[in-house]
């Protein structure tokens, strides 16, 4: 298959990799750059696990070719902490019991974060909704709906 | 117990709650070793084969193939993939029939080859030019069809596809006599449902013979001394020369209590010389690793006017699939839930576990109680409605208490179903809502109970032993060494504060290395919810030991008896002069730095064999909304109370209930393990056709702990996670049957179901 060199920016860093026309942007993030935090679960855009999220968007990383986000900026669980400074949905799902085998962790907090983006005070509905393209198998969600719940609390009150 | 507690029962994060969080967490996919090759299994595309020849030439031609495996490449070997036979006291009843690769396909998914290659697209190609003649041979595919003469046999020692018959082994007084004294008797068929665990990593396996002649296996199980021993009689190869590392699991719920590719990446390691890692795709994963048994199981239950029961008896048909794995053990499970969670003087129960050309099974979150629990409970409200009675009385009729034997027979220490079943009635407004109207237009509404009792392993029918090791450093924190296998569940971080609480020191001083045969002590591994309670003990007795170490060289230094000290946050405290102090560091790196002699690393193994088995007690009260139009059921509340002694970490106890409230609404509403009927290939083959519940699918939920502690657990705790889904199915069931009479037979109870049912 024919290669060729494209760029990326994940994370706020700028990479250049040799892709080819079919390579999925989970396969680059995980294969390429070493950035194994976006995990794959279905492999087939079901359960929200590979959820990274481009020009802070939302999307699935299984489904999404690497090809369609050259020079976007994209943004995944790696990119998220800021050396030993946690953003707040981590600190929150950390606290509040939210992670259990942590499969699913990585794209449900980076849903969540575009989310809070989009409606920094929400409903525990409206956090349900927003949640619900992210299947975990372990917790049951609701101490997943607390975790995003205090986030949004400490966020719209200045934290990171 | 009256001590306060500085650690236990804090809601502390759980054990690299941080790593996931960050994405740093690394689980098996995540991970690649130097020269590492990429494995694919090829799966049988029917459910019923002979292979009469198998070319593997084309493949290995294929640039980047390193190695082929055929069932020719594979030890002539039988196993049981299930690892209880090797712990089991009576293990007769359990059979081996499976090798590494077969030369006879028994059902969709079976392996019959096995490719190495540089990458998996590789692999994937490879497996495609690989070329089997196969002798399609007639397939069955329901167990009732399976039992009669002329019936295609699937494995040559089984008559008619019987792989064992047999009764419940400690059944009790006398059955027949029971249902004659009793006034009415309610007899049911069912058929459970065949679940599939659906752990979210998709089950991964790396394996590498070393230099050192030693081989390494990468694999999350529960039980990695007992696999390893599997794979060490399979391969002809001693213990001592397998080094069996966990890493981070993504789900298990007894998934790991099998060994599942694990042979196939040894065998292909082996032969390519290479390290291998396969990983299964979730379609892989869904149709070649097992799902839950489906019984079809007719349960039958007397009763006296007044609501005493006085006997049960239950005849099931093990619907195992194609290979044995967990039939007996499951099913002896199932029995013992059925049997013994009531006061019943009269009981008795036979199964027959049958062979057919469906997708073996194995054990999943419950282990059979679920299944025996949720028939017993749905018979109960059916007597319930026969006798006139509330269900909740019925149950405060029947209930056992503290001294009655628990479903494994062995006496209770505390039991206190009767609190917490009016406690959750009190709290839900049982008797007002079984009383209301429950109509509004097309919608019904209904409310019902389940109670269960689960355990705390699997005294006295498995050997329990359990190994933990404690160790100081000189700063005063310690290691603690176990090998468990940190599920989701939290047993790291609850057994760190075990440990903590009982050696005086802060949760974060305590290291636990565990996860590698090599650097841990024996122990038999997760299952049947043993690890808190069991390893708890052991681990409490390894830090007691060192304790004991610690408080001598403390008491020399602090002109002290050493029964005359107590250690609190890290330092050792003269109980009658506080002031005299010296911190836990101090007297640590004294022992290893001491230029007058007398050296000693502070340590102390412990040890636990359990004599008792506490049951985790569960009462469980659901909500629910039916359309009579639709079928369509809703959940609208789930209550749930729980004894689990005492909560290590109520935050993560708490998580285990509420995941498997999440986990029952798929079992009762959702998840539907379906095969095509003329081929036997699974249909429900990903995330989009087997529905695991999604945010928008959960009920309100309410966790109530009711803490008993259990003289005998590690600070009173109990076991929990196993058992916890079993009071949710059926709480939902009768929710549904309060609602609109359909009592649920056939799980999943899907709209077409309730429809069906309505008629």
Known sequence: ?160 | MTEKLSVVGKRVPRWRAHDKATGTAKFLADTKLPGMLEGKILFSPHAHAKILKIDTSKAEKLPGVEAVITWEDVPNKLFNPNKLDLILVHPELEFKDTYVLSEKARFVGDRIAAVAAVDAATAQEALELIEVEYEVLPAVFDPMEAMKPGAPKLHDFAENNISVHFDFPVAWGDAEAGFQEADIVVEETFRTAKNHICQFEPCTCMADFGADGRLRIWSPSQHAFLHRRKIAEIFDMPEGMIQWITPHVGGAFGKYGSLSIEPVCVALAKKAGRPIKLELSREEDLFATEPRQRYVSTGKIGLKKDGTITALQEKIIVDGGAYYTHNFSTTAVNMGGFLGLYRCPNVAAEATCVYSNVHPTGGVRGYGNHEGTCMLEQLVDKAADKLGMDPLDLRLKNAKKAGDPSSTGIPMETCSFEEMIKLGAEKIGWKEKRARKKEDGPKRYGIGIGIAMDVSGAQPFNIQHRNAFIKFNEDGSVNLLLNAADLGQNIIGAMAQIAAETLGLNYEDIHVVTGDTDSTLYDIGQHASGGCYQIGNAVINAAEKAKKQLLERAAKKLEAAPEDLEVREGHVYVISDPEKTISVGDVSREAMYNFEGEHLNISGQGSFSPVQNPPPLSAVFTEVEVDIETGEVKVLKILYVADPGRAINPATVEGQLEGAIAQSLGYVLTEEYVSNRETGALESDNLNTYKVPSTLDMPETEVVLYEEPVPSGPFGAKGIAQGAMIAVTPSIANAIYDAVGVFVTDMPATAERILEGLK
């Open chain 1, 1 to 160: 298959m024919k290669k060729e060199i494209a760029s990326f920016k994940v994370n706020d860093r700028a990479h250049e990799v040799l892709i080819t026309p079919n390579m999925t942007l989970s396969e680059l993030l995980r294969e390429h750059l070493g950035l194994t935090g976006t995990k794959n679960a279905c492999g087939a855009g079901e359960c929200g696990s590979c959820t990274v999220l481009v020009d802070g968007k939302p999307i699935l990383s299984c489904s999404t070719l690497a090809i369609a986000v050259q020079d976007k900026e994209i943004l995944c669980i790696e990119g998220l902490s800021r050396g030993p400074e946690l953003h707040s949905l981590q600190e929150a799902f950390i606290d509040a019991g939210a992670i259990q085998c942590g499969f699913c962790t990585p794209g449900m907090i980076m849903t969540a974060k575009a989310m809070l983006e989009g409606n920094p005070n929400p409903t525990r509905d409206q956090v349900k909704e927003g949640l619900g393209g992210n299947i975990c198998r372990c917790t049951g969600y609701v101490k997943i709906i607390d975790a995003v719940m205090g986030a949004a609390d400490t966020l719209s009150k200045g934290g990171k």
